[in-house]
């Protein structure tokens, strides 16, 4: 049975770093992902990775300032977040395995990261 397990969230102030971690279990998959969903908001796409690495897309609100990763010997996704900013407070999901539509299929349970102002 395939899981998605994040870790690495907690609260930072506004400046601050954290990094994100997204280990995959039962099987690797063509592409990953993480989403967020900020208190009273829908569930937004923040960046996403193919296998090879070779492709990379991120939300304009995150564009240099987070970078996605992948460590294929251990089967986990990071998402590195520098320079927060009290608005990317959200409780943070990893996704994988899109289907043709671009839906993903296999969901983690989400941490959350809080930032302060």
């Known amino acids: 049975q395939v899981q998605l397990t994040e870790s690495g969230g907690g609260l930072v102030q506004a400046g601050g770093s954290l990094r994100l971690s997204c280990a995959a279990s039962?099987?690797?998959?063509?592409?990953d992902a993480w989403f967020r969903q900020a208190p009273g908001k829908e569930r937004e796409f923040v960046a996403s990775?193919?296998?090879?690495?070779?492709?990379?897309y991120y939300a304009d609100s995150v564009k240099g300032r987070f970078t996605i990763s992948r460590d294929k010997a251990v089967n986990t996704v990071y998402l590195q977040m520098n320079s927060l900013k009290p608005e990317d407070t959200a409780v943070y999901y990893c996704?994988?395995?899109?289907?043709?539509?671009?839906?993903?299929?296999?969901w983690g349970q989400g941490t959350q990261g809080t930032v302060s102002s």
């Open positions: 996704a994988a395995d899109p289907d043709l539509s671009g839906n993903y299929q296999k």
């Open positions: 039962g099987r690797t998959f063509s592409k």
């Open positions: 990775i193919t296998w090879t690495s070779s492709t990379r």
